[in-house]
């Protein structure tokens, strides 16, 4: 099945700084990768997706890229704000017929200094 | 903008007990999944529904979990016999055909 690795699990910034989280994941057939943020004890929600036939997608100070050759995809987020801080999770899944069984990372803290 | 409900938002049942998860998926969506996150972990899926029936689950999904919906609204996990280890929030998430929406979970404790 899907292996999906996330790095780092813990990341400390200055407000105004760029943040970058990276993902790698294992099965080549995966097409869809969405991000989802989770604050503190509050649902996971989605930020931005990327499939596999675009290498970069950007929404205001959000930006994913993708290298399916590498199978590795990164969420990018500039000028940090404090409300940026939270969980952030990758995932990796298959989309067949509308639907997707996403594949988790770990997560990753982020943490915004005002 | 429409959301995905649940309840309860805090459950606490004995050991061995039968619990009933409930949610109410976006009305539009055709799509439905439950998810658990164990404290502190990540999120890990359970199940999906369509079309009325079980289109995926994972190994999660025993024979001790079922999914139902009852109407054209509710969308429930049961739990059989709980476990100390089936402990977790549990998330409801629905789409339709896009991106999934998910609810602000059931936090299940297990004593």
């Known amino acids: 099945g899907e292996n999906v690795e996330q790095h780092p699990s813990t990341l400390s910034v200055q407000e105004g700084d760029s943040a970058v989280i990276k993902c790698t994941y294992s099965d080549s057939a995966s097409n869809y990768f969405p991000w989802y943020k989770q604050e503190l004890g509050k649902r996971p929600q989605l930020i931005i997706d990327i499939r596999s036939n675009v290498g970069e997608k950007k929404d205001q100070r959000i930006a994913v890229t993708l290298n399916k050759t590498a199978k590795h995809f990164s969420l990018h987020i500039t000028e940090t704000q404090p409300e940026d801080s939270a969980v952030y999770f990758c995932?990796?899944?298959?989309?067949?017929?509308?639907?997707?069984?996403?594949?988790f990372g770990r997560g990753t803290s982020l943490i915004v200094h005002p | 903008e429409p959301e995905v409900t649940q309840t309860p938002s805090h459950q606490v049942t004995q050991m061995g007990q039968e619990v009933i998860l409930r949610c109410v998926p976006i009305s539009n969506h055709l799509y439905f999944y439950w998810y658990r996150q164990i404290l502190g972990q990540k999120v890990e899926f359970l199940v999906s529904?369509?079309?009325?029936?079980?289109?995926?689950k994972s190994e999660i999904f025993d024979d001790q979990f079922s999914v139902e919906r009852p109407d054209g609204s509710n969308f429930t996990l049961k739990i059989r016999s709980t476990k100390l280890e089936d402990s977790a929030m549990y998330f409801c998430?629905?789409?339709?055909?896009?991106?999934?929406?998910f609810g602000d979970g059931t936090r299940l404790s297990i004593l």
């Open positions: 529904f369509y079309n009325n029936e079980i289109s995926e």
């Open positions: 998430a629905s789409s339709d055909g896009g991106g999934q929406h």
């Open positions: 995932a990796a899944s298959i989309e067949s017929g509308g639907s997707y069984i996403p594949t």
